[in-house]
């Protein structure tokens, strides 16, 4: 039931991310693109119900995915299991501090936790250096995750290519597109100016 209830869980929270990750390919295009691609996607998740459902299942997620990985993590054997756990562990990690942070920007300082909201940190030394891996292996722990759980789930090679191939295609494009994000999110590694309003943000 605990792994039902939170592979559950885990598909909703998966088609937020989606959503977001397509915004933040939008980062390629320039903020403005961004901003504007995000208000149309706020007209679907931006509301009490579908906020109500996304943090009821982070809470869901995190709480079945602790016992799970208490469960599980002394018997886990070979690389795609270990990765699925570990990989689970930092994204309830990320999940707790991320959520916090732009509840606590929403609510607390009243600022539009739009991407300049996000990328105050990428963009400013030395927080960066703390932020980029920070957002870049959350990235790549839910490509992870996904791609462990593929090969469980999918047992039939598709158009040849093995299960294990189609889990490390799945790793690798979620690399890949790490780096694209923050490619984008960072104005081509060369830094995007951060509105002064978000000042407050980095003690400021």
């Given at each position: 039931?605990?792994?039902?209830?939170?592979?559950?869980?885990?598909?909703?929270?998966?088609?937020?991310?989606?959503?977001?990750?397509?915004?933040?390919?939008?980062?390629?295009?320039?903020?403005?693109?961004?901003?504007?691609?995000?208000?149309?996607?706020?007209?679907?998740?931006?509301?009490?119900?579908?906020e109500t459902i996304l943090l009821l299942s982070v809470?869901?997620?995190?709480?079945?995915?602790?016992?799970?990985?208490?469960?599980?993590?002394?018997?886990?054997?070979?690389?795609?299991?270990?990765?699925?756990?570990?990989s689970g562990l930092y994204l309830a990690i990320f999940f707790v501090f991320h959520l916090g942070a732009v509840f606590l920007g929403r609510l607390v300082l009243n600022l539009d936790t739009n991407i300049f909201f996000g990328i105050a940190g990428l963009n400013t030394f030395p927080f960066n250096l703390f932020f980029i891996p920070y957002y870049g292996l959350a990235i790549v722990s839910f490509f992870g995750h996904t791609a462990a759980i593929h090969i469980q789930k999918f047992k039939r090679p598709i158009f040849g290519i093995t299960p294990n191939k189609q889990s490390s295609l799945i790793l690798v494009f979620g690399i890949l597109l790490t780096i694209t994000i923050l490619f984008g999110l960072t104005g081509q590694f060369q830094g995007i100016e951060i509105p002064s309003e978000y000042d407050v943000m980095l003690g400021k």
């Open positions: 039931m605990a792994k039902r209830v939170h592979f559950i869980s885990g598909l909703i929270i998966t088609i937020f991310i989606v959503f977001h990750l397509i915004n933040h390919v939008y980062g390629l295009f320039g903020v403005e693109r961004h901003i504007e691609l995000m208000n149309q996607f706020r007209l679907v998740y931006r509301n009490a119900l579908a809470f869901v997620q995190i709480v079945s995915g602790i016992k799970l990985f208490n469960r599980s993590r002394k018997i886990a054997q070979g690389f795609w299991k270990k990765l699925q756990l570990w």
